[in-house]
């Protein structure tokens, strides 16, 4: 009888991110296969695992998966992590996957965590239909026609990017898609943790230095977004202002999220609100919402 591939999630920053479940299955396996086996062996380490470890990454996938699958056939149950999070997420493995599963042996994965879900989840995008397209091409130019192919993707848009490319990616994406609201989520998880949420021009000016691992998270076009959708009662209207302002942190930028969500310009979206305060400042039978000055 076969053994099993367990695809393992690990922590993608804090090592208490990791399910009793996970740290039951390594312990019983008797390889592990994992992209860095140093970083690995920090995570066995502080939860006292002994179980032995192999390399699998992108160099060496072709050469060590026909191997691995030998010693699954012979019984052997093997556990696959990537450096952090999710296996097989812009990480290797799926050549393992294949042919273990080509050659009938059962593949388990144990759900856990995954950075474009905590990112996302986190963010105020819209959640129930998003891609996650991993990391843009490394070429500006290649970049430039990786982001025209999906200008009109009508879902939550979900990226990782390296630190040295990253501004250069959200100008060009600002360029190419418009200022759409992003989510920039930096080193989740781990004690310099942040994220900043806004339209892509408020947010370009505060990354002097981009340090760390970023997933961003980018709102659908407006397009798709509904701009027909109409513009709540008054007090509905400010009530919403006041809910968005707390996620941005800013008046300005709640204002151009607002605009954006019911297809209208910033600027006629400011004089609707300032109207609608002005209504509900002569009704007094109205409560008055919690609306940011």
Same mark, same amino acid.
């Given at each position: 009888?076969?053994?099993?591939?367990?695809?393992?999630?690990?922590? #993608?920053?804090?090592?208490?991110?990791?399910?009793?479940? %996970?740290?039951? /299955?390594?312990?019983?396996?008797?390889?592990?296969?994992?992209?860095? =086996?140093?970083?690995?062996?920090?995570?066995?380490?502080?939860? $006292?695992?002994?179980?032995?470890?192999?390399?699998?990454?992108?160099?060496?996938?072709?050469?060590?998966?026909?191997?691995?699958?030998?010693?699954?056939? @012979?019984? /052997?149950? #093997? !556990?696959?992590?990537?450096?952090?999070?999710?296996?097989?997420?812009?990480?290797?493995?799926?050549?393992?996957?294949?042919?273990?599963?080509?050659?009938?042996?059962?593949?388990?994965?144990?759900? $856990?965590?995954? !950075?474009?879900?905590?990112?996302?989840?986190?963010?105020?995008?819209?959640?129930? @239909?998003?891609?996650?397209?991993?990391?843009?091409?490394?070429?500006?130019?290649?970049?430039? *026609?990786?982001?025209?192919?999906?200008?009109?993707?009508?879902? =939550?848009? +979900?990226?990782?990017?390296?630190?040295?490319?990253?501004? %250069?990616?959200?100008? &060009?994406?600002?360029?190419?898609?418009?200022?759409?609201?992003?989510? #920039?989520?930096?080193?989740?998880?781990?004690?310099?943790?942040?994220?900043?949420?806004?339209?892509?021009?408020?947010?370009?000016?505060?990354?002097?230095?981009?340090?760390?691992?970023?997933?961003?998270?980018?709102?659908?076009?407006? =397009?798709?977004?509904?701009?027909?959708?109409?513009?709540?009662?008054?007090?509905?209207?400010?009530?919403?202002?006041? &809910? +968005?302002?707390?996620?941005?942190?800013?008046?300005?930028?709640?204002?151009?999220?607002?605009?954006? *969500?019911? $297809?209208?310009? !910033?600027?006629?979206?400011?004089?609707? #609100?300032?109207? !609608?305060?002005?209504?509900?400042?002569?009704?007094?039978?109205?409560? *008055?919402?919690?609306?940011?000055?």
């Amino acid at each position: 009888m076969s053994g099993t591939l367990y695809l393992v999630a690990t922590p #993608i920053g804090n090592l208490e991110d990791i399910t009793v479940r %996970a740290l039951r /299955i390594l312990g019983e396996v008797r390889l592990i296969a994992a992209e860095d =086996t140093r970083r690995t062996a920090k995570l066995l380490r502080h939860y $006292g695992i002994a179980t032995p470890t192999t390399s699998l990454h992108d160099h060496n996938e072709h050469e060590r998966a026909p191997a691995l699958v030998e010693r699954l056939l @012979s019984g /052997i149950s #093997i !556990a696959l992590l990537s450096d952090a999070g999710t296996p097989i997420i812009s990480d290797p493995g799926l050549l393992l996957v294949r042919e273990a599963l080509s050659a009938g042996i059962s593949v388990v994965s144990l759900p $856990g965590p995954s !950075a474009p879900i905590a990112a996302l989840i986190s963010s105020g995008a819209p959640s129930s @239909s998003f891609t996650f397209v991993g990391f843009p091409p490394r070429r500006s130019n290649d970049r430039i *026609k990786w982001l025209k192919a999906l200008a009109d993707e009508p879902r =939550t848009l +979900i990226f990782f990017e390296a630190p040295h490319r990253l501004i %250069a990616t959200l100008t &060009q994406i600002e360029t190419v898609w418009g200022d759409r609201s992003v989510a #920039i989520c930096r080193e989740l998880t781990k004690i310099h943790e942040e994220s900043v949420i806004g339209p892509i021009s408020s947010l370009l000016p505060t990354l002097s230095t981009p340090r760390g691992e970023y997933t961003c998270v980018v709102w659908p076009a407006l =397009t798709e977004i509904n701009p027909a959708l109409p513009v709540p009662p008054g007090p509905d209207l400010l009530e919403e202002l006041g &809910q +968005i302002t707390k996620t941005y942190g800013s008046r300005r930028d709640a204002i151009k999220e607002i605009a954006r *969500k019911y $297809g209208m310009t !910033a600027r006629k979206m400011y004089t609707t #609100i300032e109207n !609608a305060k002005l209504v509900l400042s002569f009704d007094i039978n109205q409560p *008055k919402p919690n609306y940011p000055s």
